[in-house]
């Protein structure tokens, strides 16, 4: 078990004032919660929640052959990615497992940033740069020089627009495009200013709501945390912990390193192969792994990401076997309450025969206990656009 202090981020003290209750997350000291979670959660699907998501790693690459060395290093096409936009890909061994799920952001030409989870960062980092060789491309730790702050739910483009001056052009002075929130499209990140503070703001989130996330320098974060308090007070602008942040992605069916995604599985065990691009120039790290994977699971399919739905109130937790007729045909990843849906739900995998949508008979075994479960499509929520 490491000794290292607990990291902490330049909105730490301000947490502290507001009461949050916090916990160590990937060697970070983040908020947990600050008053009831369900009332966190409620608060981002009716009105808006703010997070604070410093503890994401963040990584600058750049030079003349940035948009190829990353078309190597990672699974999906990036070169292709324009820019002020952004694509979900991931990182994978030479054996097709997943090293992290990432969010790249095309800042210019010749230059992206690369958003790994917080407990892969670091990995993420190495592998980067032992990939890097042989490319003209840079590869930067940037974890210092940013603080993330992000506002989710339907309130907060207005929220937002409040506090950033309207846009009359999409470039700015140098030819560079810049944020007009109007026209920021979802999956899509440019530079612009915040209540006076520069940002790069991107449309992106991982709670199934519209938000937007605020890449700024840690000096200016507590400035904008409490504009963004300010301006958000008559809209019902609450602070949102991690646990919260959990259970929303939770409802939207998105994935979480070390419980959906693991080193054990491709992305096409995760039903997540779309974003394996195979028909992108040049070779990739994985890739002939990547195509048995795929063959794989075109011929004899894998276990499936399903959703189950609790009949009783007992919540499924990581980790508990899925069970149909006496026999274990699955391993739940994720299960919690749901305040949308009123019951407890969980993300697992099971045998492809037992995946469809209400498939009768599939329960959870809950400390020896059958509690017996619906199974339904993923996502468990989907938010009217």
């Known amino acids: 078990m490491s000794s290292s202090p607990l990291r902490r981020t330049a909105l730490d003290a301000l947490h502290r004032s507001l009461g949050a209750t916090m916990t160590d997350f990937a060697g970070w000291d983040m908020p947990l919660r600050y008053g009831s979670e369900r009332d966190e959660h409620v608060a981002v699907r009716t009105k808006a929640g703010l997070f604070d998501l410093s503890h994401m790693g963040e990584i600058t690459v750049t030079g003349p052959e940035a948009d190829r060395f990353l078309n190597h290093a990672l699974a999906g096409d990036i070169a292709s990615v324009r820019v002020g936009r952004a694509r979900y890909t991931m990182i994978c061994q030479e054996d ?113 709501e519209d938000g937007f996330e605020l890449f700024v320098a840690p000096e200016h974060a507590e400035k ?10 008559p809209a019902g602008l609450t602070p949102c912990g991690l646990s919260c942040r959990d259970t929303l992605r939770l409802e939207a ?12 599985l491709t992305p096409f065990d995760a039903g997540l192969g779309r974003v394996v691009k195979f028909d992108k120039e040049g070779d990739f790290v994985g890739r002939a792994a990547l195509e048995e994977a795929a063959a794989r699971a075109e011929e004899n399919p894998p276990r499936v990401l399903v959703g189950l739905v609790a ?75």
């Not at 700015?172 to 915040?194: F, R």
């Open 96 to 208: 097709g497992g997943i090293l992290d799920d990432l969010i790249v952001y095309r800042l210019a030409e010749a230059e992206y940033m690369v958003v790994a989870n917080a407990s892969n960062a670091q990995v993420v980092l190495d592998a980067l740069t032992e990939r890097a060789a042989g490319f003209a491309a840079a590869v930067r730790d940037d974890r210092d020089a940013y603080a993330l702050i992000a506002v989710q739910g339907p309130e907060s483009p207005g929220i937002l627009k409040s506090l950033s001056p309207k846009v009359s052009t999409s470039l700015d002075q140098g030819g560079a495009p810049i944020a007009d929130l109007d026209g920021l499209k979802y999956y899509a990140g440019l530079p612009g200013t915040v209540a006076g503070v520069p940002a790069l703001i991107a449309r992106t989130g991982y709670t199934g």
């Open 224 to 233: 904008l945390w409490q504009a963004l308090t300010e301006a958000g007070a």
């Open 253 to 264: 069916g998105m994935p979480l390193y070390g419980h959906e995604l693991s080193t054990s």
């Open 311 to 385: 009949e009783g109130r007992r919540v499924p937790r990581a980790g508990y076997p899925v069970v149909a007729g006496g026999e274990v045909i699955g391993e739940v990843t994720s299960g919690a309450p749901s305040p949308t849906l009123g019951r407890p739900i969980a993300m697992a995998y099971v045998d492809a025969a037992h995946s469809a949508p209400g498939t009768p008979g599939v329960g959870v075994d809950i400390r020896g206990s059958h509690e017996p479960h619906e199974v339904v499509a993923l996502p468990f929520y989907k938010r009217q656009k």
